[in-house]
């Protein structure tokens, strides 16, 4: 079984400040990890994902997350928020014994930028 | 940059109407997937497809639900008697692999509204 918890259910930064958002899974394999972003009316966007390579993973807009096999843990940061990343954000876990199989979605973290 | 796309992007319906809503995956992938995310909560996955077939599904994906490929280029997700609680926000989604070791690229999203 897999699951994922999303430790923050919301997040409010200044423009220009660090972001940090928390991601805690539980897998019974090696999982792989992903990170989604939603903005409002639109669809899932991939920001970064682990799939077992660098345990440090850069994405998209300055996002990284580092994956810490002994905290479970596969926290989100950027070092520098911007008002246009204000979104809710999804960490994703991925574990199959095949290639067939889902992916589990934490609860969500909404972040809110403040100018 | 290809993408997938989803139709129609908000379809209204009856309590007990039949609703197909359609999704035409990136052309080279091989995997398929439905998710929905009711309004406010996470996202959930429903069914996974691969080599014309049901890889795994969830819970939720009873027997109201069923899912077709019908030609090279489109997937379709079929709910027979539409619910007041079916309402949600459907995602289809696809990957050249499994979700495991691949990213998965999500469409736009249908909004269902059953009334």
């Known amino acids: 079984a897999q699951s994922v918890t999303q430790l923050d259910s919301h997040v409010s930064v200044s423009e220009g400040t660090p972001v940090l958002l928390r991601c805690n899974y539980s897998?019974?394999?090696?999982?792989?990890l992903f990170w989604y972003v939603q903005h409002p009316n639109k669809g899932l966007q991939l920001l970064l994902k682990y799939t077992s390579a660098a345990t440090l993973v850069k994405g998209i807009n300055g996002f990284e997350a580092e994956f810490k096999k002994s905290e479970t843990s596969f926290h989100l940061t950027k070092p520098s928020a911007h008002m246009s990343d204000a979104a809710e954000y999804f960490c994703v876990v991925s574990i199959t014994l095949t290639n067939a199989g889902k992916s589990t979605f934490g609860d969500g973290t909404t972040l809110t930028v403040k100018p | 940059e290809p993408e997938v796309t989803q139709t129609p992007s908000h379809q209204v319906t009856q309590m007990g109407q039949e609703v197909i809503l359609r999704c035409v995956p990136i052309s080279n992938h091989l995997y398929f997937y439905w998710y929905r995310q009711i309004l406010g909560q996470k996202v959930e996955f429903l069914v996974s497809f691969y080599n014309n077939e049901i890889s795994e599904k969830s819970e939720i994906f009873d027997d109201q639900f069923s899912v077709e490929r019908p030609d090279g280029s489109n997937f379709t997700l079929k709910i027979r008697s539409t619910k007041l609680e079916d309402s949600a926000m459907y995602f289809c989604?696809?990957?050249?692999?499994?979700?495991?070791?691949?990213?998965?690229?999500f469409g736009p999203g249908t909004r269902l509204t059953v009334l």
């Open positions: 897998s019974s394999y090696s999982p792989s």
């Open positions: 989604a696809s990957s050249i692999e499994g979700p495991h070791t691949d990213t998965q690229y």
